[in-house]
Structure formats: structure tokens, C-alpha cells
């Protein structure tokens, strides 16, 4: 991999080590403020919520100037967001400015990887940074944890900076100022990333126009016998594993009796298991061969309602390893195949924008419906055998779908060849 691959690779674990401590930290005030529970899986709903409204305007702006000019003001949005944290913003506000300028980061985060190298790396690119993040997600969900644990936001806050008054009392203030400074951090990485020297394609003055560019891109990737298959697959994954990251908290708690501090970690364990499947995928599938791993994803919906049988963190350990591994070994070859086929139909920002609209929209839906079923009283373990029946259930379809595509595909070839009258 050339050098600059690697810059992006460190912006982009410091800006997802942030996003999730964040998240942690954000739950933290929630109950510290003794809002309802249902208002805790509504977080990822306001994070999510300008990937979907912002999704025709995004892929334009990410296309219209260098990605790591584009990636420098996200994460510069994300410290905005952070600061509104302070007290003077409700935590569901706040966290969806911090989700502005993901919307905004992604397109150029993604689409630098269809630029900066050939398409017969990006699997291989793809699990060195759906890797890389879920190393993040690990350590940002660790972190998260640590930063609220009273004992140590005390010690934090002891800390004297010579002629520096830092005005700092609180956990949550100690805890946001240092997933700011990393937000910071990844902003000044960004700085660095090289010029891919792709063309830039002046972004629209008119909503109108750049609303019927993205209606015209959307049904290009959907008819897309590849795309289709592929954004279907991704756009399921993404719901799934927003909504489990609520589930796992919510789970542990019940089942283990675990606090908030202690469950953040479980989301790290299925992160690990997420890696080992997105390095095991790296190595062993190729672009052409992705189409195959489908049905892992069948099989994570399938060991999912597992989890209300076990009552122990030795047996829940190992599960949520084995999901995660599943997860990451079907979705890193999809979204590999998924940004290959977009950047060929229409260009690195605008396909990452498709992408991120319809899985964001998984996302704002499945956890609406968990958030919905919750306050309708609905225990966490009926909860994750619906969850989990509808992940193997989709992910069935899906490949049948994909089954469907090949056998039209193999009558039209016969009828080109004239084998079939």
C-alpha cells in the first residue's frame, strides 16, 4: 500500500475511536439526566438522521473539492458537536450535529479509497479499514467506559496543567474535551492526506438539480443487477448492527448484570469478532468471488436469539465473538463490491452517498422500531429473537434474489449464443 493509504487510515481511526466514546459518554448523560430509556437507542437515530436528509447534497460536496479538505471541516463539525454537549444542548441535539459531519465525512472517506487506489486492492483496503475501525470501535467503546467510571474521570480532573486553569468539574466535561482533542487529532491527519489529483466536479448551485442527480444515481445503483445485490446486503448489515449495539447494552444488564461502564465493553467484543471476519475476508475473497459470503449473513441472524439462553460472560463472550466474525466476513467483501460498481456507474461521492442514504435509513428505521417496541413494554429477549429471525429471514431473500439475477443472466447469454430458439 503506498504511504498516504496510511495517513487515511489514521485519520480515520481517530475520528471512529471519537465517534464511539462519544456514544458511551452520550448514554452517560442521558441517564445522568434521568431521561426515559427509550430516548437511549433514539441517539443513533439524530446521529443517523443527516445521512438520509443530506444524502443528494453530500456526495456533491464531497466530489466538488479534495477529500481531505472535506474530511478536515467534518471533523471540525464533530468538535462543534461535542462543545454543544457542555450543558447548554439536549444530548440528542448535540449528537446530531456530531452526525453532520459524519454524513459529510463519509462520502469523502470512502470515495478517497476508489481514487487513491486501483480497484484490485479496495477488498484489501476495505479490511484494513473496516478492520481498523472496528479497532476503534473497540478501544472508543473501552475508552467511553473509562472515561465515565467515576474513579478515574476523578483522577482525570486532579490533574494540574501549570498556569492553565482548565475550569473542568465534571465527568462529562473531562470526557468530552478529550473525545474533542481527538476529534482534533484526526482533523490535523487530515491535513496531510495526499492529493489524489482526480478531476473535482463543481457542485450545483440548484437543490433541485443536485435532488434529481441523486434520484438518477439511487435507481442507477438499485437496477444495477451487482449494486443492487450488494447495497441490500450493506444497507440490512448496518441496521442490524446499530440496533444490536443497544441490544448488547441493553442484554447485558438484564442477563449479566452489568452497568453501563461494564456492558460498553461487550460492544467491544463483538467489534473483535467483527475483525478477525474482516481480516480473515481481506485475505481469502477476491472483488469477483464477494457474492459468495451472503450466507454468513444468514448465519448471524441465526446465532443472534442464542443470546437469551445464556446467563453467563464466559458462554456470552464467545457468541458475540462468533456473531461478529460472521458480520465482518460477509460485509467487507460486499462494501468492497458495493464501491467498485458505484464508482464505475457514477463517480466515488455520489455512489458513497446512495450508500449511506439507504443504509442510514435501515438505521433510522430499525432503531426507531426498538426504541418503539421497548416503550411498548416488550422484553429485551423477545426482542432479540425478532431481530435475529429478521436478519436470517432478509439476508435468505437477499441471496435468492441474487440466484434469481444469475439464472435471467444465463438465458439471455443462451439466447445471445443461440442455444435457446
Known amino acids: 500500500m503506498p504511504f498516504g493509504f496510511y495517513i487515511i487510515m489514521a485519520a480515520q481511526f481517530f475520528s471512529a475511536l471519537a465517534d464511539n ?40 460536496f464531497a466530489d466538488s473539492m479534495p477529500k481531505r479538505r472535506v474530511m478536515f471541516v467534518s471533523n ?7 462543545a454543544m454537549m457542555f450543558g447548554w444542548a439536549h444530548p440528542l441535539l448535540a449528537y446530531a450535529v456530531v452526525g453532520l459531519g459524519a454524513a459529510a465525512y463519509s462520502p469523502a472517506k470512502y470515495g478517497i479509497l476508489t481514487e487513491y487506489l486501483p480497484h484490485r486492492l479496495l477488498v484489501v483496503a476495505n479490511g484494513w ?21 467515576p474513579a478515574i474521570s476523578a483522577r482525570l480532573l486532579a490533574v494540574d496543567l501549570p498556569l492553565l486553569d482548565t475550569g ?56 444495477d443487477k451487482l449494486g443492487q445485490i450488494s447495497l441490500a446486503v450493506t444497507t440490512l448489515f448496518w441496521g442490524a448492527g446499530a440496533t444490536l449495539q443497544f441490544i448488547v447494552i441493553d442484554w447485558a444488564d438484564r442477563a449479566l448484570g452489568m452497568g ?33 459470503v451472503i450466507p454468513l449473513g444468514i448465519a448471524m441472524g441465526v ?42 456507474l457514477m463517480g466515488a461521492g455520489n455512489s458513497i452517498a446512495v450508500q449511506n442514504f439507504n443504509e442510514n435509513l435501515s438505521i433510522l428505521i430499525m432503531t426507531g422500531l426498538y426504541a418503539v417496541l421497548l416503550a411498548a413494554g416488550l422484553s429485551v429477549y423477545a426482542v432479540m429473537v425478532l431481530f435475529g429471525l429478521f436478519v436470517a429471514g432478509a439476508m435468505w431473500l437477499v441471496r435468492r434474489w441474487h440466484h434469481a439475477n444469475q439464472r435471467r443472466h444465463d438465458d439471455v447469454a443462451q439466447l445471445d449464443d443461440g442455444t435457446i430458439h
Request: charged share 10%; glycine share 10%; net charge positive.
Open 76 to 82: 471540525l463539525i464533530k468538535v462543534a458537536g461535542c
Open 303 to 344: 446465532l443472534v436469539p442464542l443470546m437469551v439462553l445464556v446467563n453467563s460472560l464466559w458462554l456470552a463472550v464467545p457468541l458475540l465473538v462468533l456473531i461478529g466474525a460472521c458480520a465482518g466476513f460477509f460485509v467487507v467483501p460486499m462494501n468492497a463490491l458495493l464501491q467498485h460498481r458505484g464508482h464505475m
Open 129 to 149: 479499514i473496516e478492520g481498523l475501525t472496528v479497532g476503534a470501535i473497540i478501544l472508543g467503546v473501552l475508552m467511553g467506559g473509562l472515561l465515565i467510571d
Open 168 to 223: 473542568l468539574d465534571t465527568t462529562v466535561e473531562i470526557s468530552l474535551v478529550i473525545v474533542g482533542g481527538l476529534y482534533a487529532l484526526a482533523a490535523l491527519f487530515n491535513l496531510y492526506i495526499p492529493d489524489t489529483g482526480v478531476p473535482l466536479k463543481p457542485m450545483h448551485g440548484s437543490p433541485v438539480i443536485l435532488l434529481r442527480d441523486f434520484t438518477r444515481c439511487f435507481s442507477g445503483l438499485w437496477k
Open 260 to 292: 453501563l461502564s461494564q456492558a460498553s465493553k461487550l460492544q467491544g467484543v463483538v467489534a473483535v469478532g467483527i475483525a478477525i471476519g474482516a481480516i480473515m475476508a481481506a485475505r481469502r475473497i477476491s472483488l469477483r468471488g464477494s457474492v459468495r
Open 21 to 60: 466514546a462519544l456514544l458511551v459518554v452520550a448514554i452517560y448523560v442521558l441517564k445522568d439526566m434521568q431521561a426515559p430509556g427509550w430516548q437511549i437507542p433514539l441517539l443513533k437515530l439524530f446521529f443517523t438522521i443527516s445521512y438520509v436528509l443530506l444524502a443528494a447534497f453530500v456526495g456533491a
